[in-house]
């Protein structure tokens, strides 16, 4: 069981990839490579089984192992939140119950999705989850799965255990309301990468994304920055991430940040079908363009385009 309070989980936490062979299998080594990884670059935490962890890819039972593996490696050195959404309340208890056992320091879930579930059903998700095991639930706010509005979201934090929420929304003024309205300890994880900068401006506790994967220097030097209250540092920063998120998303987007990362030497492996693989042109035009990106805005100490 977590000894950790909420409250002390902030900063950089990648929203981790999950690791597959060629046959789209889990491949526990690789899992325990890129951990050892991005714990070299001490990230502040882990978010394990979401979105970009090819969650709702993977059975059950995967999703169980994927968390056994990294929670072991990790071995209690930084904070690990595990996403138990799934379509069925049965089955997020199930894996919230899992990762409570395995020694996870909170829990997440996205709204319950896919049906047009009314603002009650999303309340009674929550509830059930929460209910289930003693650790602190951070609600997941994300299009993909629908958007939670303000007036359910204040409903939610009344919720004994639901203490924050991950924030996968361009709307930052929502994020000063939540603390303004709910409380200054409800904490608000910023969800979007490319905005990362104007989560932190607007109050939240901590950056929960994608790209942390791959460029979490860049990331960890925004933070820092933001502390600092050194805006126009913050603001280069989060340009040169931005110029490298928008051109892989023009490209398949796990399958580049895996590139990138085996590039570095890391083999984060493959993603699962339907998602495609890299072919060889298209493998040249990411090399190509991230070191453009890399002259252009002179980066330098990222691990992942200083190897390219």
Excluded at 8 to 15: E, L, N, Q, R, Y
Excluded at 38 to 51: A, F, I, N, Q, R
Excluded at 168 to 191: N, P
């Amino acid at each position: 069981m977590s000894k950790r309070n909420l409250q002390d989980i902030k900063g950089v936490i990648p929203a981790m990839m999950t690791c597959f062979d060629e046959q789209g299998r889990f491949d526990e080594s690789r899992q325990r490579d890129l951990t050892r990884f991005l714990l070299t670059k001490k990230v502040d935490g882990l978010y394990l089984t979401g979105s970009t962890g090819e969650t709702f890819l993977m059975t059950g039972e995967e999703r169980k192992r994927v968390v056994e593996v990294v929670l072991d490696e990790v071995g209690g050195r930084i904070p690990v939140i595990v996403h138990v959404g799934d379509i069925g309340t049965d089955k997020s208890i199930e894996l919230a119950r899992h990762a409570y056992e395995c020694g996870a320091d909170a829990i997440s879930s996205v709204p319950p999705f896919y049906f047009k579930f009314s603002s009650d059903e999303i309340v009674g998700y929550y509830q059930d989850i929460s209910e289930s095991v003693p650790l602190p639930m951070i609600v997941y706010n994300i299009a993909l799965a629908g958007l939670v509005d303000f007036s359910t979201i204040k409903r939610l934090a009344k919720i004994e255990n639901v203490k924050g929420i991950k924030y996968t929304a361009t709307s930052h003024h929502e994020i000063l309301r939540i603390k303004e309205e709910i409380g200054k300890d409800f904490m608000v994880y910023s969800g979007c990468d490319e905005m990362a900068m104007s989560g932190m401006a607007y109050g939240s506790d901590g950056i929960i994304g994608s790209f942390y994967n791959v460029i979490p220097e860049l990331f960890l030097q925004i933070v820092a920055a933001e502390k600092n209250n050194d805006i126009k540092q913050a603001k280069i920063l989060q340009t040169s991430a931005d110029a490298i998120i928008f051109f892989v998303l023009e490209h398949s987007f796990f399958a580049s940040m895996k590139k990138m990362l085996a590039w570095a030497g890391h083999d984060a492996g493959y993603s699962r079908r339907p998602f495609a693989p890299l072919t060889a042109e298209d493998e040249v035009q990411l090399r190509e363009g991230l070191l453009a990106i890399k002259d252009k805005y002179q980066i330098s100490g990222v691990e992942v385009l200083d190897n390219l």
